[in-house]
């Protein structure tokens, strides 16, 4: 089963046989530790508390990152105005000089413009995201990016090239030590071969990965991953 992951995540995923129609549900997860993903968020007192700094009218970092969560925060449900959301932090980022901030918000702009089929747009927002993270050398925002890359071929059924970038996503994840989110673009990449039909190389990319769970100590998704291969 494939899962379009998106950066924030707070669980790791088993990726059984992927389906086609789970393409749609490009926003479902989550990555950890304050990295964002198009998911409503549990109460409406969050959304207030953003929208309360937003219409602080202030120009700073923190109506940026407000504009950026609310972002993700409505995503799932209303995407014209997430897309609003992060046209105005990314603006306003511009405005500051803020460069980690516009790549922010030029990566949330990929996501909802991928949900939405726009690719073109997307790929042009995800070279602006890409451009400045390597800039200001963050290879974890770069690594983000590659998974976006993934997510967008994959959502054009081009499951060569989104291969390719999940495969350049956990590598670089792994570079970094980061196992959780290298794990989590491994299983991207070992679902996008299954669907391809290269199940031999699907297997095989499932055993690399069961020993890096093992070596990470994750027992359980170990023991969850041994079951797809038997």
Same mark, same amino acid.
């Given at each position: 089963m494939h899962q379009v992951v998106r950066y924030k995540i707070t669980t790791k995923y088993n990726i059984m046989q992927p389906s086609k129609?789970?393409?749609?549900?490009?926003?479902?997860?989550?990555?950890?530790?304050?990295?964002?993903?198009? +998911?409503?968020?549990?109460?409406?007192?969050?959304?207030?508390?953003?929208?309360?700094?937003?219409?602080?009218?202030?120009?700073? +970092?923190?109506?940026?990152?407000?504009?950026?969560e609310l972002g993700y925060h409505v995503g799932?449900?209303?995407?014209?105005?997430?897309?609003?959301y992060a046209r105005r932090a990314a603006l306003l980022a511009a405005s500051q000089k803020h460069a980690l901030y516009r790549g922010d918000a030029a990566y949330l702009l990929a996501?909802?413009?991928?949900?939405? +089929?726009?690719?073109?747009?997307?790929?042009?927002?995800?070279? +602006?995201?890409?451009?400045?993270?390597?800039?200001?050398?963050?290879?974890?925002k770069l690594a983000r990016v590659y998974n976006e890359r993934g997510n967008m071929y994959y959502m054009q059924s081009n499951l060569i090239k989104a291969a390719e970038w999940y495969q350049q996503s956990a590598k670089a994840f792994g570079a970094l030590g980061d196992t959780t989110r290298e794990l989590i673009a491994f299983q991207n990449?070992?679902?996008?071969?299954?669907?391809?039909?290269?199940?031999?190389?699907?297997?095989?990319?499932?055993?690399?990965?069961?020993?890096?769970?093992?070596?990470?100590g994750d027992t359980a998704q170990a023991s969850r991953n041994w079951h797809t291969l038997i």
């Open positions: 129609w789970l393409a749609g549900v490009i926003s479902v997860l989550l990555l950890c530790a304050h990295a964002g993903v198009l +998911t409503a968020q549990p109460a409406d007192a969050f959304k207030d508390s953003l929208l309360r700094v937003v219409q602080s009218g202030k120009a700073d +970092t923190a109506t940026i990152n407000a504009l950026i799932a449900t209303d995407a014209a105005a997430a897309e609003t996501g909802i413009y991928v949900n939405l +089929t726009r690719f073109a747009e997307a790929a042009l927002v995800l070279d +602006t995201a890409e451009l400045i993270f390597a800039g200001i050398k963050r290879p974890d990449l070992i679902s996008t071969v299954a669907e391809s039909k290269q199940y031999e190389k699907a297997i095989a990319l499932s055993q690399t990965m069961l020993q890096r769970l093992l070596a990470a």
